[in-house]
């Protein structure tokens, strides 16, 4: 098994490539290793001391590491980890698989929410996926659009640009409603 990795715009953020499916759908976002306990995968990256979050697109995993903690000496026990994971045979998550991701809204918006969805998903989405990381609808109040940043979209330096003058001016050229898009935490 070869495990191809990729930067981020993000310098605590690594993209690991295993060849192979991660997820068939959806992502799922472990931001401690609390959050891991549906995944063995992510218990076992979460087991590399350093490591303070990890990620799961379709074919990507993104691990976060401490700042004080240098990729040359964590890189090789995340790769060992990946490979040990997919050599034992073990699921990537038990129970249910990860969602889309987008939260639900109801309400005398809904046809706005829904635009907003549908371009976060073909136009947004992708785009960061390459990334490493994902970005899903939170909520939307008075012309406020409230995205929730995973991977290595958290905590990337170029975040709030991105936000800014990429998905806000995106939303809001054609959304006319739109007025604003916020960050939120998990």
Same mark, same amino acid.
């Given at each position: 098994?070869?495990?191809?990795?990729?930067?981020?715009?993000?310098?605590?953020?690594?993209?690991?490539?295993?060849?192979?499916? !991660?997820?068939?759908?959806?992502?799922?976002?472990?931001?401690?290793?609390?959050?891991?306990?549906?995944?063995?995968?992510?218990?076992?990256?979460?087991? !590399?001391?350093?490591?303070?979050?990890?990620?799961?697109?379709?074919?990507? !995993?993104?691990?976060?590491?401490?700042?004080?903690?240098?990729?040359?000496?964590?890189?090789?026990?995340?790769?060992?980890?990946?490979?040990?994971?997919?050599?034992?045979?073990?699921? !990537?998550?038990?129970?249910?698989?990860?969602?889309?991701?987008?939260?639900?809204?109801?309400?005398?918006?809904?046809?706005?929410?829904?635009?907003?969805?549908?371009?976060?998903?073909? &136009?947004?989405?992708?785009?960061?996926?390459?990334?490493?990381?994902?970005?899903?609808?939170?909520?939307?109040? &008075?012309?406020?659009?409230?995205?929730?940043?995973q991977g290595a979209c958290a905590g990337c330096p170029s975040s709030t640009l991105t936000l800014k003058m990429g998905i806000?001016?995106?939303?809001?050229?054609?959304?006319?409603? +739109?007025?604003?898009?916020?960050? +939120?935490?998990?």
């Amino acid at each position: 098994m070869f495990i191809q990795t990729e930067s981020t715009p993000n310098p605590a953020t690594l993209k690991f490539l295993p060849g192979r499916p !991660v997820l068939e759908t959806g992502t799922a976002d472990f931001p401690s290793p609390e959050a891991a306990g549906s995944s063995p995968l992510a218990q076992r990256i979460f087991a !590399v001391p350093g490591v303070t979050g990890v990620f799961f697109g379709n074919d990507f !995993v993104t691990v976060t590491k401490a700042d004080a903690t240098e990729w040359d000496h964590v890189k090789p026990a995340i790769l060992g980890a990946i490979m040990e994971h997919y050599q034992s045979g073990a699921p !990537v998550m038990e129970g249910e698989n990860a969602a889309a991701g987008h939260a639900a809204h109801d309400g005398p918006d809904s046809d706005i929410v829904n635009q907003i969805k549908e371009l976060l998903d073909t &136009r947004v989405r992708p785009a960061v996926a390459q990334d490493g990381g994902d970005i899903t609808f939170h909520g939307f109040d &008075r012309g406020i659009v409230y995205l929730h940043m995973q991977g290595a979209c958290a905590g990337c330096p170029s975040s709030t640009l991105t936000l800014k003058m990429g998905i806000e001016n995106l939303l809001r050229h054609y959304i006319p409603e +739109v007025l604003e898009v916020r960050p +939120v935490a998990a």
